[in-house]
């Protein structure tokens, strides 16, 4: 229950988060959480939606696998990478047998320029446009970054609005929000 944004403009990538947890006892509190949705570990940023544990591990546990330079960055993030987060989250207790497949949890990702939207059975979206959304809110952000993307204001303006729109219409999406970027390199 959240909204994660991807934004990728020039040289930068940027991603922005709203601050609301839901309780899992189906009561539908909100909550505002204090871990962060959004964070950077390395060169890449991560955007966590669902479990709160996932972004934990990802964030303390998750060792970042080197990238060997013969592999592009989609053949890195599909294989070498996914395959040490999913060992991760098996050591971490975090993983879970469903109808004898193995899923995890969803994140939005931005490395090297691309944006990646990583699914519970750790599918990897791949996308090219310069925007992607994830969460129960990511409908309304994008229509918002869809008027806004051709817009003369600054990216960081563009997220912080596309996530006021998604929290007027979604009541799991709260502020207060962030944003975080980073150089493409």
Request: aromatic share 12%.
């Amino acid at each position: 229950m959240t909204c994660i944004i991807g934004y990728i403009d020039k040289d930068r990538m940027y991603l922005g988060g709203d601050s609301a947890a839901v309780t899992p006892d189906f009561n539908y509190y909100i909550l505002n959480k204090e871990d962060e949705k959004i964070f950077r570990k390395g060169n890449i940023l991560f955007g966590i939606t669902g479990s709160g544990r996932m972004g934990q591990i990802i964030r303390h546990s998750f060792k970042i696998p080197r990238h060997p330079r013969k592999l592009s960055d989609t053949e890195y993030i599909c294989s070498i990478f996914i395959d040490a987060l999913r060992n991760c989250f098996k050591e971490s207790g975090y993983s879970r047998i469903r109808d004898n497949e193995e899923a995890g949890g969803c994140f939005l990702m931005l490395y090297r320029g691309t944006i990646y939207k990583v699914w519970e059975d750790f599918q990897v979206g791949i996308y090219t446009s310069v925007f992607e959304t994830f969460g129960a809110g990511g409908d309304f952000a994008k229509g918002a970054l869809e008027i806004l993307k051709d817009m003369e204001i600054l990216v960081i303006d563009k997220i912080d609005r596309a996530l006021q729109v998604s929290a007027k219409y979604n009541a799991s999406v709260q502020p207060p929000f962030k944003v975080i970027s980073l150089p493409i390199k």
